[in-house]
Protein backbone atom coordinates (compact mmCIF):
# COMPACT_ATOMS: atom_id res chain seq x y z
CA UNK A 1 0.00 0.00 0.00
CA UNK A 2 1.36 3.10 -0.65
CA UNK A 3 1.39 6.29 1.78
CA UNK A 4 -2.05 8.04 1.26
CA UNK A 5 -2.25 10.95 4.18
CA UNK A 6 -6.24 11.04 3.81
CA UNK A 7 -6.28 8.04 5.05
CA UNK A 8 -3.67 7.92 7.70
CA UNK A 9 -5.85 10.86 8.75
CA UNK A 10 -9.28 8.71 9.09
CA UNK A 11 -7.91 6.25 11.50
CA UNK A 12 -7.16 9.18 14.33
CA UNK A 13 -10.39 10.63 15.85
CA UNK A 14 -9.21 13.78 17.67
CA UNK A 15 -8.41 15.11 14.10
CA UNK A 16 -12.02 15.69 13.73
CA UNK A 17 -12.18 18.21 16.77
CA UNK A 18 -12.42 21.66 16.37
CA UNK A 19 -10.89 24.15 18.24
CA UNK A 20 -13.41 27.50 18.68
CA UNK A 21 -15.12 26.81 15.36
CA UNK A 22 -11.81 25.95 13.33
CA UNK A 23 -10.07 22.54 12.45
CA UNK A 24 -7.73 21.55 14.82
CA UNK A 25 -4.28 21.34 12.95
CA UNK A 26 -1.76 19.67 15.14
CA UNK A 27 1.72 20.65 14.88
CA UNK A 28 2.50 19.43 18.42
CA UNK A 29 4.17 15.83 17.83
CA UNK A 30 7.48 15.88 18.77
CA UNK A 31 5.74 16.94 22.26
CA UNK A 32 3.46 13.98 21.75
CA UNK A 33 1.52 11.96 18.85
CA UNK A 34 -1.80 11.43 18.51
CA UNK A 35 -3.22 8.03 18.38
CA UNK A 36 -4.92 5.56 15.75
CA UNK A 37 -7.66 4.00 16.75
CA UNK A 38 -6.58 0.49 16.66
CA UNK A 39 -4.22 1.88 19.65
CA UNK A 40 -7.61 2.73 21.59
CA UNK A 41 -9.44 -0.34 21.10
CA UNK A 42 -5.81 -2.38 22.33
CA UNK A 43 -6.40 -0.34 25.17
CA UNK A 44 -9.85 -0.40 26.00
CA UNK A 45 -9.55 -4.25 24.85
CA UNK A 46 -7.35 -4.96 27.28
CA UNK A 47 -9.02 -3.16 30.05
CA UNK A 48 -12.67 -4.91 29.06
CA UNK A 49 -11.33 -8.21 28.31
CA UNK A 50 -7.89 -9.40 30.18
CA UNK A 51 -7.04 -7.02 32.77
CA UNK A 52 -4.95 -9.26 34.77
CA UNK A 53 -0.93 -8.90 36.35
CA UNK A 54 1.26 -10.62 34.65
CA UNK A 55 3.53 -13.54 34.98
CA UNK A 56 2.45 -14.92 38.44
CA UNK A 57 -1.34 -15.77 38.25
CA UNK A 58 -2.50 -18.88 37.92
CA UNK A 59 -5.56 -18.19 35.49
CA UNK A 60 -6.87 -17.44 32.49
CA UNK A 61 -6.83 -13.40 32.33
CA UNK A 62 -3.23 -13.56 33.75
CA UNK A 63 -1.84 -16.37 30.95
CA UNK A 64 -3.98 -14.32 28.46
CA UNK A 65 -2.51 -10.75 29.68
CA UNK A 66 1.17 -12.47 29.72
CA UNK A 67 0.52 -13.56 26.15
CA UNK A 68 -0.12 -10.08 25.17
CA UNK A 69 2.33 -7.77 27.12
CA UNK A 70 5.10 -10.58 25.68
CA UNK A 71 4.08 -10.40 22.32
CA UNK A 72 4.49 -6.68 22.38
CA UNK A 73 7.70 -7.55 23.66
CA UNK A 74 8.25 -9.41 20.26
CA UNK A 75 6.84 -6.31 18.12
CA UNK A 76 9.39 -3.89 19.71
CA UNK A 77 12.00 -6.40 19.50
CA UNK A 78 11.63 -7.05 15.48
CA UNK A 79 10.71 -2.69 15.05
CA UNK A 80 14.34 -1.90 16.59
CA UNK A 81 15.96 -5.46 15.07
CA UNK A 82 17.23 -5.89 18.96
CA UNK A 83 19.49 -9.16 18.51
CA UNK A 84 17.34 -10.79 21.71
CA UNK A 85 14.17 -10.27 23.27
CA UNK A 86 15.78 -10.32 26.71
CA UNK A 87 17.41 -6.97 25.97
CA UNK A 88 14.14 -5.43 25.19
CA UNK A 89 13.12 -3.40 29.05
CA UNK A 90 9.83 -1.92 29.48
CA UNK A 91 10.23 2.03 31.33
CA UNK A 92 8.41 4.47 31.78
CA UNK A 93 9.80 7.01 28.72
CA UNK A 94 12.65 8.03 27.56
CA UNK A 95 13.94 10.04 30.74
CA UNK A 96 13.52 6.49 32.95
CA UNK A 97 15.78 4.63 30.59
CA UNK A 98 18.53 7.11 30.25
CA UNK A 99 18.06 7.08 34.04
CA UNK A 100 18.27 3.26 34.07
CA UNK A 101 21.49 3.84 32.12
CA UNK A 102 23.27 6.58 34.70
CA UNK A 103 22.16 5.08 37.85
CA UNK A 104 24.42 1.68 36.04
CA UNK A 105 27.03 3.65 34.25
CA UNK A 106 27.23 6.35 37.91
CA UNK A 107 28.76 3.78 40.26
CA UNK A 108 31.08 2.74 37.94
CA UNK A 109 32.81 5.77 37.14
CA UNK A 110 35.60 7.35 38.59
CA UNK A 111 37.67 10.15 38.59
CA UNK A 112 40.07 10.24 35.68
CA UNK A 113 36.84 9.03 33.59
CA UNK A 114 34.78 11.02 30.77
CA UNK A 115 31.93 11.50 29.76
CA UNK A 116 30.53 13.17 26.67
CA UNK A 117 26.89 14.23 25.84
CA UNK A 118 26.35 17.37 23.38
CA UNK A 119 24.88 21.10 23.21
CA UNK A 120 21.37 19.79 21.80
CA UNK A 121 20.27 17.51 24.63
CA UNK A 122 17.01 17.63 25.55
CA UNK A 123 17.37 17.94 29.72
CA UNK A 124 16.72 14.35 30.20
CA UNK A 125 19.71 13.52 27.88
CA UNK A 126 22.51 16.18 29.73
CA UNK A 127 21.43 16.50 33.65
CA UNK A 128 21.78 12.77 34.11
CA UNK A 129 25.30 12.47 32.75
CA UNK A 130 25.99 16.43 34.32
CA UNK A 131 24.81 14.32 37.70
CA UNK A 132 26.50 10.93 37.14
CA UNK A 133 30.17 13.02 36.38
CA UNK A 134 29.43 14.99 39.72
CA UNK A 135 28.72 12.50 41.70
CA UNK A 136 31.52 10.20 40.57
CA UNK A 137 34.38 12.81 40.36
CA UNK A 138 34.35 11.98 36.35
CA UNK A 139 34.40 14.84 33.65
CA UNK A 140 32.03 15.92 31.90
CA UNK A 141 32.29 17.67 28.26
CA UNK A 142 29.82 18.27 25.28
CA UNK A 143 30.20 18.60 21.40
CA UNK A 144 29.15 22.35 20.83
CA UNK A 145 26.22 22.66 18.02
CA UNK A 146 27.34 25.19 15.18
CA UNK A 147 25.13 27.60 13.62
CA UNK A 148 23.30 25.45 11.02
CA UNK A 149 22.31 23.28 14.13
CA UNK A 150 24.42 20.16 13.61
CA UNK A 151 27.24 18.99 15.81
CA UNK A 152 30.34 19.96 15.53
CA UNK A 153 32.06 16.61 14.72
CA UNK A 154 35.93 17.85 14.26
CA UNK A 155 35.43 19.07 18.14
CA UNK A 156 33.36 15.91 19.10
CA UNK A 157 36.73 13.92 17.66
CA UNK A 158 38.95 16.16 19.58
CA UNK A 159 37.27 15.47 22.84
CA UNK A 160 37.36 11.62 21.96
CA UNK A 161 40.40 9.83 23.82
CA UNK A 162 41.28 6.68 25.68
CA UNK A 163 39.56 7.79 29.25
CA UNK A 164 36.18 8.60 27.81
CA UNK A 165 34.20 5.94 29.24
CA UNK A 166 30.51 7.06 28.08
CA UNK A 167 28.63 9.03 25.11
CA UNK A 168 25.15 10.06 24.72
CA UNK A 169 23.36 11.83 21.92
CA UNK A 170 20.22 12.28 20.34
CA UNK A 171 19.08 10.84 17.47
CA UNK A 172 17.07 13.61 16.20
CA UNK A 173 17.19 16.92 18.47
CA UNK A 174 13.68 17.61 19.95
CA UNK A 175 14.47 21.71 19.73
CA UNK A 176 16.00 21.41 15.84
CA UNK A 177 14.57 18.31 14.44
CA UNK A 178 18.44 17.91 13.52
CA UNK A 179 19.17 13.74 11.76
CA UNK A 180 22.38 13.31 13.42
CA UNK A 181 24.79 10.90 11.56
CA UNK A 182 24.29 8.24 14.67
CA UNK A 183 26.43 5.24 12.81
CA UNK A 184 29.41 7.62 12.35
CA UNK A 185 29.16 8.49 15.75
CA UNK A 186 28.96 5.36 17.14
CA UNK A 187 31.94 4.03 15.12
CA UNK A 188 33.89 7.32 16.52
CA UNK A 189 33.00 6.72 20.09
CA UNK A 190 33.75 2.83 19.89
CA UNK A 191 36.84 3.59 18.42
CA UNK A 192 38.22 4.93 21.98
CA UNK A 193 36.17 1.76 23.65
CA UNK A 194 33.22 4.27 24.97
CA UNK A 195 30.03 2.94 25.88
CA UNK A 196 27.36 4.92 23.26
CA UNK A 197 23.13 5.55 23.96
CA UNK A 198 21.45 7.35 21.46
CA UNK A 199 18.46 9.33 22.59
CA UNK A 200 15.73 8.16 20.47
CA UNK A 201 12.78 10.03 21.60
CA UNK A 202 12.23 12.06 18.43
CA UNK A 203 14.55 9.61 15.91
CA UNK A 204 12.20 6.74 16.83
CA UNK A 205 9.00 8.05 14.30
CA UNK A 206 11.12 10.13 12.18
CA UNK A 207 13.41 6.58 10.13
CA UNK A 208 13.11 4.65 12.89
CA UNK A 209 16.54 2.71 13.97
CA UNK A 210 18.25 -0.58 13.68
CA UNK A 211 20.18 -0.78 16.91
CA UNK A 212 22.54 -3.63 15.24
CA UNK A 213 23.22 -1.61 12.13
CA UNK A 214 23.85 1.48 14.22
CA UNK A 215 26.23 -0.63 16.86
CA UNK A 216 25.48 1.66 19.93
CA UNK A 217 25.11 0.19 23.25
CA UNK A 218 21.69 1.50 24.32
CA UNK A 219 18.63 3.04 22.86
CA UNK A 220 16.24 4.91 24.63
CA UNK A 221 12.98 6.20 23.84
CA UNK A 222 8.93 6.64 24.92
CA UNK A 223 6.03 4.88 23.70
CA UNK A 224 4.09 8.41 23.26
CA UNK A 225 5.79 9.72 20.18
CA UNK A 226 5.35 6.72 18.10
CA UNK A 227 1.28 7.19 18.43
CA UNK A 228 1.43 4.80 21.61
CA UNK A 229 0.34 5.80 25.10
CA UNK A 230 1.87 7.82 27.61
CA UNK A 231 3.63 6.25 30.59
CA UNK A 232 5.10 3.68 28.68
CA UNK A 233 8.75 3.65 26.92
CA UNK A 234 11.92 1.09 25.98
CA UNK A 235 15.15 1.07 26.93
CA UNK A 236 17.36 -1.36 24.87
CA UNK A 237 20.47 -2.59 25.82
CA UNK A 238 23.30 -4.81 24.93
CA UNK A 239 22.87 -7.57 27.37
CA UNK A 240 26.29 -8.04 28.56
CA UNK A 241 25.90 -4.46 30.17
CA UNK A 242 22.16 -4.78 31.29
CA UNK A 243 22.73 -7.69 32.75
CA UNK A 244 25.94 -7.09 34.89
CA UNK A 245 25.71 -3.09 35.49
CA UNK A 246 24.03 -2.20 38.97
CA UNK A 247 19.65 -2.99 39.15
CA UNK A 248 17.71 0.31 38.87
CA UNK A 249 14.98 -0.25 41.33
CA UNK A 250 14.74 -3.26 43.77
CA UNK A 251 11.48 -4.99 44.72
CA UNK A 252 9.29 -7.51 43.23
CA UNK A 253 9.77 -9.29 39.76
CA UNK A 254 13.10 -8.59 39.76
CA UNK A 255 14.88 -10.99 42.43
CA UNK A 256 15.30 -14.56 41.92
CA UNK A 257 16.15 -15.25 45.55
CA UNK A 258 15.38 -13.23 48.82
CA UNK A 259 16.22 -14.66 52.68
CA UNK A 260 15.90 -11.98 55.78
CA UNK A 261 19.30 -10.56 54.84
CA UNK A 262 20.13 -10.85 51.12
CA UNK A 263 18.76 -11.35 47.60
CA UNK A 264 19.71 -12.41 43.97
CA UNK A 265 18.75 -10.95 41.11
CA UNK A 266 16.53 -12.22 38.23
CA UNK A 267 17.50 -12.86 34.82
CA UNK A 268 16.78 -9.55 32.07
CA UNK A 269 14.42 -8.22 31.08
CA UNK A 270 12.91 -8.42 34.90
CA UNK A 271 16.10 -7.88 36.85
CA UNK A 272 15.60 -4.15 35.09
CA UNK A 273 11.44 -4.23 35.35
CA UNK A 274 10.90 -4.05 39.17
CA UNK A 275 7.09 -4.23 40.45
CA UNK A 276 3.66 -4.90 38.38
CA UNK A 277 5.02 -3.22 35.00
CA UNK A 278 2.08 -0.87 33.01
CA UNK A 279 0.90 -4.30 30.94
CA UNK A 280 -2.20 -2.24 29.08
CA UNK A 281 -0.03 0.97 27.65
CA UNK A 282 2.70 -2.10 26.72
CA UNK A 283 0.39 -3.68 24.56
CA UNK A 284 -1.14 -0.65 23.51
CA UNK A 285 2.11 0.38 22.40
CA UNK A 286 3.25 -3.00 20.60
CA UNK A 287 -0.17 -2.01 18.37
CA UNK A 288 0.91 1.12 17.70
CA UNK A 289 4.50 -0.40 16.70
CA UNK A 290 2.45 -2.98 14.37
CA UNK A 291 0.59 0.01 13.09
CA UNK A 292 3.24 2.33 11.93
CA UNK A 293 5.35 -0.77 10.86
CA UNK A 294 2.72 -1.36 8.50
CA UNK A 295 2.58 2.08 6.90
CA UNK A 296 4.37 2.86 3.66
CA UNK A 297 7.22 4.32 5.50
CA UNK A 298 9.50 5.22 2.40
CA UNK A 299 6.33 7.40 1.29
CA UNK A 300 5.49 8.68 4.96
CA UNK A 301 9.38 10.03 5.28
CA UNK A 302 9.16 11.82 1.61
CA UNK A 303 5.71 13.13 2.50
CA UNK A 304 7.73 14.35 5.87
CA UNK A 305 10.00 15.91 3.72
CA UNK A 306 7.98 17.10 1.19
CA UNK A 307 6.01 19.34 4.00
CA UNK A 308 9.93 20.75 5.66
CA UNK A 309 10.57 21.93 2.03
CA UNK A 310 7.59 24.17 2.23
CA UNK A 311 7.78 24.82 5.11
CA UNK A 312 11.15 26.71 4.95
CA UNK A 313 10.14 28.10 1.41
CA UNK A 314 7.13 29.63 3.19
CA UNK A 315 9.00 30.94 6.42
CA UNK A 316 11.64 32.45 3.70
CA UNK A 317 8.69 35.09 2.98
CA UNK A 318 7.65 35.90 6.03
CA UNK A 319 9.40 39.05 6.90
CA UNK A 320 11.32 39.23 10.56
CA UNK A 321 11.27 35.38 10.91
CA UNK A 322 14.77 33.88 12.04
CA UNK A 323 14.32 29.82 11.70
CA UNK A 324 16.52 27.98 14.94
CA UNK A 325 18.39 25.29 12.98
CA UNK A 326 18.88 24.50 9.08
CA UNK A 327 20.74 20.70 9.16
CA UNK A 328 21.01 19.41 6.32
CA UNK A 329 19.31 16.20 7.20
CA UNK A 330 16.62 17.63 9.13
CA UNK A 331 13.66 15.58 10.57
CA UNK A 332 9.76 16.60 12.62
CA UNK A 333 10.56 19.87 14.05
CA UNK A 334 10.83 23.50 12.38
CA UNK A 335 11.97 25.96 15.03
CA UNK A 336 11.81 29.90 14.40
CA UNK A 337 11.83 33.25 16.16
CA UNK A 338 10.46 36.28 15.16
CA UNK A 339 11.31 39.94 15.28
CA UNK A 340 7.70 41.33 17.01
CA UNK A 341 6.26 38.89 19.32
CA UNK A 342 7.29 36.66 22.05
CA UNK A 343 7.13 32.93 21.22
CA UNK A 344 4.54 32.10 23.61
CA UNK A 345 1.86 35.10 22.10
CA UNK A 346 2.58 33.19 18.87
CA UNK A 347 1.55 30.06 20.33
CA UNK A 348 -1.17 31.90 22.00
CA UNK A 349 -2.51 33.70 18.79
CA UNK A 350 -2.30 30.66 16.99
CA UNK A 351 -3.96 28.42 19.10
CA UNK A 352 -6.83 31.10 18.99
CA UNK A 353 -7.13 29.89 14.94
CA UNK A 354 -7.31 26.26 15.92
CA UNK A 355 -3.24 25.57 15.78
CA UNK A 356 -1.41 23.50 17.92
CA UNK A 357 2.18 24.70 18.38
CA UNK A 358 4.30 24.38 21.19
CA UNK A 359 6.67 27.03 22.31
CA UNK A 360 9.41 27.99 25.30
CA UNK A 361 12.72 26.29 25.40
CA UNK A 362 11.77 22.61 24.69
CA UNK A 363 13.70 21.37 27.47
CA UNK A 364 16.69 22.24 25.89
CA UNK A 365 17.91 25.68 27.79
CA UNK A 366 21.58 24.75 26.94
CA UNK A 367 20.82 25.22 23.25
CA UNK A 368 18.35 28.22 23.75
CA UNK A 369 21.28 29.55 25.43
CA UNK A 370 23.91 29.06 21.95
CA UNK A 371 21.13 30.44 19.71
CA UNK A 372 21.34 33.16 21.97
CA UNK A 373 17.07 33.15 22.51
CA UNK A 374 15.11 32.53 25.58
CA UNK A 375 13.00 30.25 23.40
CA UNK A 376 11.15 29.03 19.76
CA UNK A 377 8.36 28.73 18.58
CA UNK A 378 7.92 24.78 17.13
CA UNK A 379 6.21 22.91 15.06
CA UNK A 380 6.21 19.25 14.77
CA UNK A 381 5.03 16.78 12.37
CA UNK A 382 3.62 13.40 12.38
CA UNK A 383 2.49 11.05 9.13
CA UNK A 384 -1.17 12.64 9.16
CA UNK A 385 0.28 16.15 9.14
CA UNK A 386 -0.68 17.60 4.98
CA UNK A 387 0.60 20.44 3.03
CA UNK A 388 -2.70 22.72 3.23
CA UNK A 389 -1.98 22.39 7.37
CA UNK A 390 1.57 23.93 6.54
CA UNK A 391 -0.12 26.72 4.04
CA UNK A 392 -3.12 27.52 6.64
CA UNK A 393 0.19 27.32 9.34
CA UNK A 394 1.74 30.57 7.59
CA UNK A 395 -1.27 32.03 6.42
CA UNK A 396 -2.46 32.15 10.52
CA UNK A 397 1.10 33.44 11.27
CA UNK A 398 0.77 36.37 8.87
CA UNK A 399 -2.80 37.25 11.06
CA UNK A 400 -0.37 37.08 13.93
CA UNK A 401 2.05 38.92 12.86
CA UNK A 402 -0.59 42.13 12.23
CA UNK A 403 -1.98 41.50 15.42
CA UNK A 404 1.07 41.78 17.16
CA UNK A 405 2.74 44.83 14.79
N1 LIG B 1 14.72 13.28 24.69
C1 LIG B 1 14.16 13.95 23.69
C2 LIG B 1 14.98 14.29 22.48
C3 LIG B 1 12.81 14.32 23.78
O1 LIG B 1 12.25 15.01 22.79
C4 LIG B 1 12.07 13.98 24.93
C5 LIG B 1 10.62 14.39 25.09
N2 LIG B 1 10.33 15.69 24.67
C6 LIG B 1 12.71 13.26 25.94
C7 LIG B 1 14.04 12.92 25.79
C8 LIG B 1 11.99 12.85 27.18
O2 LIG B 1 10.94 11.98 26.87
P1 LIG B 1 9.86 11.60 27.96
O3 LIG B 1 9.41 12.90 28.58
O4 LIG B 1 8.77 10.92 27.20
O5 LIG B 1 10.53 10.71 28.95
Redesign the pocket.
Known sequence: MSFDVALVREQFPILKREIDGNPLIYLDN??TTQKPQCVIDALVAYYTECNSNVHRGAHRLADEATRKFEAARDIVKHFINAPKREEVIWT?????GINIVANGLGKLLKPGDEVIATGME?H??IVTWQQACKASGATFHTVPVTEQGELDLEVYQSLLNSNTKFVAF?H???ALGTLNPIKELTAMAKAVGAWVLV?G??GIAHGGVDVQEVGCDFYAF?G??IYGPMGI?ILWGREELLSEWPVWQTGGEMIATVTLQDATWNVLPYRLEAGTPNVGDAIALGEAIRWFSELDLVGAAAHEQALIARATELAQEVEGLRMIGQARHKVGAFSFVMSEGHPADIGFLLDRQGIAIRTGDH?AQPLMNRFGVPGTARMSFAVYNTLEEVEAFFKALRKVQMMLA
Open positions: AAKGTTEHANPVSNDAQSHKGC
